[in-house]
């Protein structure tokens, strides 16, 4: 299923067969069905495939669903060496399909929608928590500046930054009141650390369903879902990947929890900080439970977003309102990671 009426494609159709080396027609279009932010679609052309990421439909947030900025930071970040999907072409005529939207090429590969990869063995299973790992250290280790994107996120204290933006966009989404996200974000702004860090590429949204794998090689082929990359501190990244490892196993938002990782083959949460910190030259990360706090509260306020879209008919996914459950507890969830710094 999709959202493209008749009109609609055929003015999609004339258009790529304009601006796409090679696009050949009819097209046919399915829509991902995760996601709950930047509707996303294949397109099946009879000579290729590739992938439609748009804006969702009706009023936004100021700043939120750039698609532009993700079609910026793919292309930079592929011609350096990161593995990100080839983006072939940004439109911002929005009387194509109603919305902005950019074209990339289908990546053939797997993702992992448990991270408990319970279709995995003991020995594949640390196998991809560590290419994880790796590819999220030489994520950081590129130089912004080098490749063109020196101006992508704003000067000055990244978790100050941050925090007034998702503690604003909160409020701007706020359907009902919650006490745990107000007390989280008045914790935060009382407990800002001091960022001395270099910035880096920091994607926003790293974890396990938003990378594809090699199936055999189990290789990291592509970070998918760049809407929240900035310039900043990159163990926001790190800490974002670990909030994953405190979720309880849920229908909603799977985690790891309740896992004996040990026996599973998955790193614990200081193993897979060790790693990183290895892999970026690191001693140690003061204020980590700060970084965990932020995530759970940034995460929360996501999800309040995705909430507010879905009351207002413009969810990108039918699980969206399931997921909005979890907005409450995420808060608790931040607030203990604060109470145990």
């Known amino acids: 299923m999709h959202d493209f009426d008749s009109s609609r494609l055929k003015r999609l159709e004339t258009y790529l067969s304009e601006h796409l080396e090679l696009f050949s027609r009819p097209l046919e279009i399915l829509k ?5 932010s930047n509707p996303t679609y294949l397109l099946n052309a009879p000579n290729a495939k590739y992938v439609l990421r748009r804006q969702p439909y009706g009023n936004l947030l100021p700043s939120a669903h ?7 930071v793919m292309n930079a970040l592929n011609g350096a060496g990161i593995p990100t999907p080839r983006c072939l072409h940004l439109c ?5 399909i109603g919305t902005m939207f950019f074209i990339m090429e289908f ?12 279709e995995l063995s003991v020995v594949q299973r640390t196998r991809v928590y560590d290419q994880m790992n790796q590819v999220l250290a ?3 280790s590129v130089q912004p500046e080098s490749i063109g994107l020196a101006d992508f996120g704003k000067p000055g204290n990244y978790f100050a930054r941050q925090t007034d933006r998702w503690a604003r966009q909160y409020q701007q989404s706020s359907t009902e009141a919650i006490e745990e996200m107000d007390c989280l974000a008045q914790w935060l702004r009382d407990n800002l650390p001091v960022d001395n860090s270099i910035p880096s590429i920091v994607h ?10 090699d199936t055999e090689r189990l290789e990291v082929l592509a970070i998918l879902d760049w809407e929240l990359s900035t310039l900043g501190n990159p163990l926001a990244d790190v800490a974002y990947q670990c909030m994953q490892l405190r979720f309880p196993d849920n229908s909603v938002l799977p985690g790891l929890g309740n896992a004996n990782r040990r026996e599973l083959g998955i790193p614990e949460e200081l193993e897979y900080v060790e790693m990183y910190c290895q892999r970026r030259n690191l001693v140690g990360i003061p204020d980590w439970n700060f970084y965990l706090a932020f995530s759970f509260f940034r995460f ?11 009351l207002d008919g413009n969810a990108s996914s039918e699980r969206a309102l399931e997921l909005t459950k979890m907005i409450k507890p995420l808060a608790v969830m931040g607030m203990a990671a604060a109470s145990a710094s």
């Open 92 to 96: 911002k005529n929005e009387d194509v």
């Open 300 to 310: 929360a306020a996501i999800v309040q977003g995705v909430k507010k879209r879905a």
């Open 138 to 140: 030489d994520l950081h």
């Open 66 to 72: 750039a698609v532009d900025r993700e079609f910026r």
């Open 32 to 36: 991902f069905p995760n996601g709950q």
């Open 107 to 118: 990546i053939e590969g797997t993702i992992f929608w448990n991270p408990a990869l319970p």
């Open 204 to 213: 926003g949204d790293y974890r396990l369903d938003n990378l594809v794998f």
